[in-house]
């Protein structure tokens, strides 16, 4: 499969660990939560002029918060950047009790790795969390090579961590994928909002979020037409999704319909030329208000799929 270009998209996946020290209590998504307070304490660390907002400031190209927090004041290109992170805390509702763990996860993309240092100065400074208190710990990163996370790790070696989507490229994938989405999703075509996507839906939108981020690193972009070949032949075989109904609250005092579908999809087909498109998209999430981390998901693969390809392989050393 095509890449994009010599130098490709390259992502991180980190997370931060704390200890509780006061009982924190979640209730409902918290992820818009730590993401403000994450911006807060970003732009305290990182403004140097002090001012109370962004505008007419001179440094913002060069600077850690808007390139990381507010793409939006860059002047140096046409159209606004996408946000290069993406969070994910992998928590329901509930209770954490004292000196149990709790982590907090996020994927920094392209240009934004570089700008890790001042991620940890701004995490390692969360203290109050939901009713509770927490203590830092330390950073780990996911190496996607043995498939597992390492840490305490130091921020050149999580630097050192970043993968690309060719890296994710398997020749032995089994011919069906569950994909559980576990925040809200929420995919606009021009046909109105998706409440059941088949797979061309989903291999459009990870080529398009790549792509997103391909024009304003100047990388070669994806053309969706060149991998498209045989994305019909792949399935829905069962689904199990539920619209949830979700607003957040904007800094301007106003609110925004983070509204998706949740639950799970199983395809089945040929995926082998897609499997690394999608492992990528599990990282970069899809669809709006992925920097809120809407749009996750999590690839698993049936057991009735092991089961085929174990009595395949058996078959094979029969004959």
């Known amino acids: 499969m095509r890449t994009i270009g010599e130098k490709e998209l ?16 979640l209730r409902g998504d918290p992820l818009p939560l730590i993401r403000g307070v994450f911006g807060k304490k970003l732009r305290r660390i ?5 001012k109370p907002d962004c505008n007419d400031c001179t440094l913002t190209d060069i600077c850690p918060y808007t390139n990381l927090f507010k793409t939006g004041y860059l002047t140096s290109h046409r159209a606004t950047k996408p946000v290069p992170f993406v969070p994910y805390f992998p928590y329901n ?8 763990p709790l982590s907090i ?4 993309v392209g240009v934004g790795i570089g700008y890790l240092p001042f991620m940890v100065q701004a995490m390692r400074s969360f203290r109050r969390f939901a009713g509770g208190e927490i203590e ?21 070696e999580a630097i050192k961590s970043a993968f690309g ?8 994938v089994p011919d069906e994928v569950v994909l559980d989405f576990v925040t809200p999703t929420r995919i606009m075509t021009r046909n109105g909002l998706v409440t059941e996507p088949d797979f061309q839906t989903i291999i459009r939108r990870i080529v398009r979020r790549i792509n997103m981020f391909a024009e304003h690193e100047r990388l070669e972009p994806i053309i969706f037409e060149s991998i498209a070949d045989g994305l019909d032949g792949v399935k829905v075989v069962e689904s199990h999704l539920s619209w949830v109904r979700r607003r957040r609250r904007t ?18 087909g040929e995926l ?7 492992k990528f998209g599990e990282f970069l999430n899809i669809g709006k208000g992925t920097s809120f981390g809407s749009g996750k998901y999590i690839m698993t693969v049936p057991m009735s799929s092991m089961v085929r390809d174990v009595d395949i392989i058996g078959d094979g050393r029969q004959n």
């Open 251 to 268: 800094s301007q005092g106003g609110s925004q319909d983070m509204s998706g579908f949740v639950g799970t999809v199983r395809f089945r």
């Open 93 to 100: 509702t509930g209770e954490i009790e004292e000196k149990e």
């Open 136 to 156: 830092y710990q330390g950073m780990d990163f996911f190496d996607v090579t043995s498939d597992r996370w390492v840490g305490p790790a130091s921020v050149a």
């Open 272 to 278: 082998r030329k897609w499997w690394g498109m999608l």
């Open 105 to 108: 996860e996020f994927v920094l």
């Open 10 to 25: 390259k992502i991180i996946r980190v997370r931060f660990v704390y200890r509780v020290l006061q009982k924190v209590t």
């Open 46 to 50: 990182a403004c140097v002029t002090k």
């Open 165 to 172: 989507l060719s890296r994710l490229h398997r020749d032995d």
